[in-house]
Nanobody
């Protein structure tokens, strides 16, 4: 049974940093492209960042480029999202997702497995 479990969310002030983690089990982690998506209340799910199987390639949404960094540790079956210079508009539930793909994709439908999400709230 595949499980993705996020942690690290919380309530912070604008300008602060947070580091999200997503621990995976039940799959060969190193074979999966991993990504973070987010969904704010009343809005559609939004792609945030993705990382290739080896970690050598990353891709970011324009809204987070230069502020967020995605990384992975295949030995620990974990993907991370370092979020710096947080803004109120970053407030959302952040979910990690796994795609058995050869290339990074931003399309949610290409991700077969999802975590339950962790809440990030940024106050102004």
């Amino acid at each position: 049974q595949v499980q993705l479990v996020e942690s690290g969310g919380g309530l912070v002030q604008a300008g602060d940093s947070l580091r999200l983690s997503c621990a995976a089990s039940g799959l060969t982690f190193s074979l999966y492209v991993m990504a973070w998506f987010r969904q704010a209340p009343g809005k559609q799910r939004e792609f945030v960042a993705a990382i290739s199987t080896s970690g050598g390639n990353t891709y970011y949404a324009d809204s987070v480029k230069g502020r967020f960094t995605i990384s992975r540790d295949n030995a620990k079956n974990t993907v991370y999202l370092q979020m710096n210079s947080l803004k109120p508009e970053d407030t959302a539930v952040y979910s990690c997702a796994a795609s058995y793909a050869t290339m990074i994709t931003t399309t949610p439908e290409r991700y077969a497995y999802w975590g339950q999400g962790t809440q990030v709230t940024v106050s102004s």
